[in-house]
């Protein structure tokens, strides 16, 4: 089974406007951390924000905030006010507790490539 | 603070031939993993090392390996280079176990390998 699922191959938006990738994951630990990275087409990862499993509050970090569910195990990226810049793919990422065989793993999705246009 | 750097960027290798990728982490973090990502598998975990060991794995074959050296840079290596091995290499490095799972990668620019 798939531990992270982006149903999204690819998404557009009109710049300026919101956009919201999803993210749905599959864990049966309690303890987990979800991660957004931005890839251009240079190919750098680029860490955008972090929720704990824990945490009761949404993660923001500036135009980016982390729509966190935990019931529907739904981790869905909000991008606001979408810039040009913002083109590129976009992957969500799990951290399981640490255990023998997960240590360090990160589990990635596919992958959304989001186009913003003027 | 500078961030991860991997060496080198780009390269060029035939069949049958080894390689070695670096990779330095940023300063302070003990934990270095490695990644593959092609277009038809993603992203994939090679394997993970903190502290000179290593401590995770994923499923790839033996020509596979690395090491981490006592200032937590890192190399990879991948013998009888196959066809299938061209893809974007990436190491990401991390404070390690302390942080548990809020513990974040940051990544390098990647080192493309082309096998021809």
């Known amino acids: 089974a798939q531990k992270i699922t982006q149903t999204q191959p690819g998404m557009f938006v009109q710049e300026k406007e919101a956009v919201t990738l999803d993210c749905t994951y599959d864990?049966?630990?309690?303890?987990?951390?979800l991660f957004w990275y931005k890839q251009p087409s240079s190919g750098e990862m680029i860490f955008l924000i972090y929720?704990?499993?824990?945490?009761?509050q949404n993660a923001t970090e500036g135009r980016y905030s982390l729509n966190f569910q935990k019931a529907r195990k739904s981790a869905n990226l909000v991008i606001s006010a979408s810039q040009l810049g913002d083109s590129a793919m976009y992957f969500c990422?799990?951290?399981?507790?640490?255990?023998?065989?997960?240590?360090?793993?990160?589990?990635f999705g596919r992958g959304t490539q989001l186009t913003v246009w003027p | 603070k500078a961030g991860v750097t991997q060496t080198p960027r780009y390269l060029i290798k035939t069949r049958g031939q080894q390689v070695t990728l670096s990779c330095s982490p940023i300063?302070?973090?003990?934990?270095v993993s490695w990644y593959q990502q092609t277009p038809g598998q993603g992203l994939q975990f090679l394997f993970e090392?903190?502290?000179?060991?290593?401590?995770n794995k994923g499923n790839f074959p033996g020509r596979f390996s690395g090491r981490q050296f006592s200032n937590s840079r890192s190399e990879m290596n991948v013998s009888t280079l196959e066809l299938g091995d061209s893809a974007l290499y990436l190491c990401?490095?991390?404070?390690?176990?302390?942080?548990?799972?809020?513990?974040?990668?940051?990544f390098g620019p990647g080192t493309r390998l082309t096998v021809l």
């Open positions: 990401a490095s991390s404070l390690g176990s302390i942080a548990g799972v809020s513990d974040t990668q940051y």
């Open positions: 864990t049966s630990d309690q303890s987990y951390g």
């Open positions: 929720q704990g499993s824990y945490d009761e």
């Open positions: 990422a799990m951290r399981e507790a640490d255990r023998g065989s997960t240590l360090g793993r990160l589990y």
């Open positions: 300063s302070g973090h003990r934990s």
């Open positions: 090392y903190f502290s000179e060991t290593q401590r």
